[in-house]
């Protein structure tokens, strides 16, 4: 059996970036219904792979997939670890300047 894979990406990977056999779409969505369950009866998809965005922008794909029953399995996010943040420019310069004098010390 072989495994082949279609790829959308907006981007095409980095230079020596390693890429299974398949084809690499390059695309920027979001697309249609349509679009997306002609394009897996087009290249005969019978699983998807898809990272949780957290977005609608994807939801397509995965009505796509529930009408044509083709399983999906779908990857997590990973956690994002809890970092101080600002609200604006000046709130981040703060922050800058209490780590500098932090460091002074």
């Given at each position: 059996m072989t495994i082949w894979f279609l790829m959308p990406a907006i981007d095409?990977?980095?230079?020596?970036?390693?890429v299974p056999n398949g084809k690499l779409l390059l695309a920027r969505?979001?697309?249609?219904l349509e679009d997306e369950r002609q394009l897996l009866l087009e290249y005969q998809?019978?699983?998807?792979?898809?990272?949780?965005?957290g977005g609608g922008s994807t939801?397509?794909?995965?009505?796509?997939?529930?009408?044509?029953?083709i399983p999906v399995v779908m990857v997590q996010r990973p956690q994002i670890?809890?970092?101080?943040?600002?609200?604006?420019?000046e709130g981040a310069i703060?922050?800058?300047?209490?780590?500098?004098?932090?460091?002074?010390f």
């Open positions: 095409h990977p980095v230079l020596n970036t390693p969505g979001s697309f249609s998809i019978d699983t998807i792979v898809s990272k949780n965005s939801y397509a794909k995965i009505a796509a997939t529930r009408q044509l029953k670890p809890h970092v101080e943040q600002a609200a604006d420019v703060a922050w800058l300047i209490k780590q500098l004098l932090v460091i002074s």
